[in-house]
């Protein structure tokens, strides 16, 4: 039986963009596909996996639906971050046509990066849960009016002719993978920038949100990233997601933290990791 240290598990099939995130940020561990998102934290919290790659935002789609559900419930932390560029192509049967396709299939990210291509064919758009796996279904039905938005890699697993190749809507479509481990591994200070994830809620009161975030102004602590969403029934309560640039080590950070709790009716952090060197090769 393999060590689950040795394994990291991601979300799909193999040959999908998470499998090759796998390969290209930690080529020392074996990819262990999941049917879905609860189900790859799942055997990290249950060590079946040392780690998960889990993606969280796109640079053309945007944020990736239930992760920013999934990471507040979950006992899991954010130890690094990864960001893999996505260069889709239109898969189909050897043979296959593009002006006889009818309908096209993959993961709602893929098709949403794909618009273009889709009302320049006029064909169907089917989502389904994974772009790999979308790829497979197209081998399955042997249907050459099919076609799937996969990766290369995905297309050579199964069998499947590259009819086009970089048919993003903007070229330098990129996503960014969060790795999440069972233990909290934050990175030290000195060695580099670092990044931290948190979550929070605020009292109902006016002005909650301004003042709960005054202390990252007065500090000067970079807010990257600021996402709410409804967590209830009513419509009343909102969770946010936010991102900052620093180690809650730092002075300034903790400040930040401080003034941020004492408006917070919750507070958790996510996890403290380096920032990756694309991040810091984009904001130079």
């Known amino acids: 039986m393999t060590d689950y240290k040795k394994i990291i598990a991601y979300q799909g099939e193999p040959g999908a963009y998470s499998h090759q995130a796998c390969k290209a940020a930690r080529p020392d561990l074996e990819p262990l596909a999941c049917e879905t998102f609860s189900a790859a934290f799942a055997a990290v919290e249950d060590r079946r996996a040392a780690l998960a790659m889990i ?16 990471l507040p419930e979950s006992t899991l932390f954010i130890v690094d971050e990864h960001y893999q560029p996505v260069k889709h192509c239109l ?96 990175p030290d200070p000195l060695e580099g920038p670092c990044m931290t ?18 202390g990252f102004a007065t500090s000067g602590v970079n807010i990257t990233k600021l996402e709410s969403y409804i967590i209830d029934d009513r419509f009343q309560s909102a969770q946010f997601y936010a991102e900052i640039e620093g180690h809650p080590s730092d002075k300034l950070v903790d400040y930040a933290f401080q003034e941020l709790q004492y408006f917070c009716t919750k507070l958790k952090v996510l996890g403290t990791y380096p920032a990756n060197e694309y991040r810091r090769r984009m904001s130079s």
Do not use: M, W
């Not at 993606?55 to 639906?65: D, F, K, M, T």
């Not at 994830?197 to 005054?214: D, E, I, M, T, W």
């Open 55 to 70: 993606p969280i935002e796109n640079s053309l789609g945007g944020r990736v639906a239930d992760i920013h559900h999934l």
């Open 91 to 186: 898969l189909g049967l050897p043979g296959a046509r593009l002006d006889e396709l009818t309908h096209i299939r993959s993961h709602p990210q893929g098709l949403a990066q794909c618009r273009a291509l889709i009302e320049e064919l006029g064909v169907k758009a089917i989502p389904v849960a994974d772009t790999a796996g979308s790829a497979r279904e197209v081998k399955e039905l042997d249907d050459p009016h099919h076609a799937s938005i996969a990766s290369a890699l995905a297309g050579e697993i199964y069998g499947l002719d590259v009819l086009r190749e970089r048919i993003e809507d903007r070229l330098g479509n990129t996503t960014r993978f969060v790795v999440l481990s069972n233990t909290r591994q934050d």
């Open 197 to 214: 994830s948190f979550v929070f809620h605020v009292r109902s009161v006016p002005a909650a949100l301004y003042k709960a975030l005054g």
